[in-house]
């Protein structure tokens, strides 16, 4: 009934799986729901509610009282009555689901909120067709939860072809084409949608000419893609190289201001738009380590990013314009620059002049995708701008799909930063159109899957894909729950399974946080070896920005402003003050705002050096116990995944040692401070 290119697709879908389980489908008109002969007739009901559902219309009737999952958003509901004024429910993206009468009952907004409640009822399992349940409802709180590939059309000689991608080879490129067998990204597409996921970027953003002509000659592999992931709610999308009127129009400029190069994005826009009619829009980044941008022209990222917008808005199109920019050229011996300070340098002033239908994407950080970093200032800083927040599910800096770290406890501490503080909007609050300016923007993050066999080199690290779409979903969803959803799903019910696998990863952020950088510091990874392994001066002397300014008396970052790099004063109030003085800021980012010497007493109650070494030796202790709690499931999981995460947790532990050891003695070395349980250093 939903009319449209997503809508008779998605149909088609839902009704495909359900009929694969021997059920039957009706998906029909609000009033069906009433007529008793129709309804009894089927297990399952899916019904998409018309858009504009009359206040009393007859489906509207007979939902019963309903459970408000985001307390605040309805305004009125009454007993047995959801009226005009439950606006939420007539979304495309919502539905409701219940049980009465031994009928199951899912009522839909929209084609993708039908999809939406077909993937609820898998997930409640049993529950869903046992006790009567009063009609709840539910719906994302993200208008736009996006999967960003950063897949190469080939292999890069240094990157490999997926960059930082630590599953294989990419599930939709082969050798500069399309695959032929696009199998993997069938199941994909099925997996996104029933995690809520509703746009995919598919490839890099750092765009080589190859990648670049996705958006000319090789629009029917991207035309091909939309077509695979369309039935499952989900819009395609490009990254675009800003330089493109140069390099593939072959104009002499890219500079915004110039109506040639104007024309040519239009023109390009419309034969993408004509071709994939439901096409998203376009990922770029511009002036950032290396890619083009407006800057070479003396324009801004307001100017650069409005040029494309207004060649897509006839469209509908949506460009989502990264924040991450910095000097990465850095001297280490300039001391007057700070990288952390660069997004919000750069972006902040912006706020108010990018078109409606940009959105600036900000990664979480100001930083790089840490194991612990403070939230981005930016996120705070542009009310009148559509913001993104930007996650990364491919485990560059947090073990790389070898160690098992659950990422979902980190990125809901992120999305439930009260950028204000405690009872301010948080982090998913301003991208969700909920800050202070009301923009939506949404959230989008680094996928993680490839050809490996287990789809993310690591069979665990599929949690991390199933939590950020749940959390884009619905940020306040308890991590550990969700945990608890994708065992249930993805390993049966075996409460054996159940609980090991919570032992192991339940608390693996934390403890891979434990032997690697300590206090928020970052960074001491690996240069020579893609961000692998320890090597703690490995940025030390580099132009990357990225520094810990270890000496022999202290270690840290000063970014305050009484003393540093006034890094401090981009966040609100009580952030500044919070961060910018030792008695308030939080143990856990210490280093990343202050330098303080190696006695310097943490709100623990321990000192940093002592900190230090007790953290390193606790988490290979806890890598050890989850090698041991594992073992335990041979014979209860499949043989082959069995041997997979024997194999990665044995490198886990390895590491894990590596990076104890070289911390704790690079430590001791230059503070000479012993450890006080005289524990092993070299
Ligand atoms: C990190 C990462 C790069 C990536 C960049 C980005 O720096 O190491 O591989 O290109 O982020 O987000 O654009």
Known sequence: PDAGPVGGTVVTEVRRAVEAFGGSVTVSTPEDLVDPDRAVAHDVVLLVAERAAQPGSAA?????????????????????????????????????????????????????????????????????????????????????????????LTVHPVMGQVERGYAGGSIFWSEGRLRTDLSRVEGYARLLGSIGINAVSVNNVNVDLLEARLLTEGLEDVARLAEIFRPHGVRTYLSVSFGSPRTLGGLSTADPRDPAVQRWWTEAADRVWARIPDFGGFVIKADSEGQPGPFAYGRDHADGANLLARAVAPHGGTIFWRAFVYDHQQDWRDRSTDRARAAYDHFAPLDGRFDENVVVQVKHGPLDFQTREAVSPVIAAMPRTRLAVELQVTQEYTGQQKHVCYLGPWWSELLGFPLWGTRG????????????????????????????????????????????GRLAWDASLDPVDLLDEWIRLTFGEDPAVASALHEVMDESWRTYEDYTAPLGVGFMVSPTNQHYGPAVDGYEYSRWGTYHFADRDGVGVDRTRATGTGYTGQYPEPWSETYEHLETCPDELLLFFHHVPYGHVLHSGSTVIQHIYDTHFRGVERVEGMVAVWAELEGRVDDGLFVRVTERLGEQLRSAREWRDQITTYFWRKSGVPDERGRRLY
């Open 425 to 468: 909007p948080t982090v998913a609050d301003v991208a969700a159109g909920r800050g202070p300016g009301g923009l939506a923007g949404g959230v989008a993050a680094v996928s993680n899957v490839g050809t490996d066999e287990f789809w993310c080199g690591h069979p665990l690290a599929q949690a991390n894909l199933y939590a950020f």
């Open 60 to 152: 509207m009737r007979h939902t019963e009282p309903v459970q408000d999952p985001h307390a605040g958003l309805v305004t009125a509901v009454t007993g047995g009555d959801l009226d005009g004024t439950a606006g939420p429910l007539i979304g495309e993206e919502t539905f409701l689901r219940g049980r009465r009468d031994g009928r199951t009952t899912v009522v839909a907004g929209g084609s993708r909120a039908l999809l939406y409640g077909l993937h609820d009822l898998v997930r409640a399992g049993e529950t869903a067709f046992t006790a009567d349940q009063p009609m709840t409802w539910d719906l994302p709180t993200q208008p736009i939860r996006m999967l960003d590939h950063w897949d190469n």
